[in-house]
Each structure stands twice: as C-alpha cells, then as structure tokens.
Nanobody, 121 residues
C-alpha cells in the first residue's frame, strides 16, 4: 500500500501565499505522475497542477502564473507553491500519485486525505 500525507493548508488573506506538501510512503517501487486536485463546496474535483516523472508540468488555466508544482524524487514528495491567492482558490486540496508497488504490479491511483485551504477577502 501507498500512503499520501498532505500538509501546509490553512487560512490566508487574499494575495498571500501557501505551500502544500505531500509525502508518499509505504510499498513504493516507482511513482509516475503526481498532482494536486481541489474540490470546492458544490463543485467537482478539478486538477490544479500535475508533474510527471520527467518533470513535465501542467496547470489549470485559473492558476497559471500563480501556482508552481515541484517534486523531490528522493523523498517521494510533491509540493505546490501557491501565490497571489484569491478567495476562489478556497477548497480542499488533494494530493494524487500514480504509483507502482512492485516491478510487476500495475500502476494505481492513490489519494491523500485532503487539506483545507481558505482564502479570505
């Protein structure tokens, strides 16, 4: 099993910054894609930012230029640096990893428990 543990959420004023972290642990042979999703009340979960094993990144249009995703492969950790935060960024942020537990196992999606980010106006 692979566990993902997020940290770094909280309450911040509009225009402020936060950094989210997500550490993967457990039985890990390899991790491919890692990403951050968010879900606001009454809305569907959406991809905010993703990073591949080759460090190729992609971002939702709404966060381009404000958010930066990065990863430390040695620590199996992914980060999301969020700047110029807006009230509409308020949501529960979830970490996602596509991981393989052994050389012969398939790749599976794993999710963190979520961390709340609240941006006040």
């Amino acid at each position: 099993q692979v566990q993902l543990v997020e940290s770094g959420g909280g309450l911040v004023q509009a225009g402020g910054s936060l950094r989210l972290s997500c550490a993967a642990s457990g039985s890990i042979f390899s991790i491919g894609f890692m990403g951050w999703y968010r879900q606001a009340p009454g809305k569907q979960r959406e991809l905010v930012a993703g990073i591949t094993s080759r460090d190729s990144t992609n971002y939702a249009d709404s966060v381009k230029g404000r958010f930066t995703i990065s990863r430390d492969k040695a620590k199996n950790t992914v980060y999301l640096r969020m700047a110029s935060l807006k009230p509409e960024d308020t949501a529960v942020y979830y970490c996602n990893a596509v991981a393989r537990e052994t050389l012969r196992s398939g790749e599976y999606d794993y999710w963190g428990q979520g961390t709340q980010v609240t941006v006040s106006s």
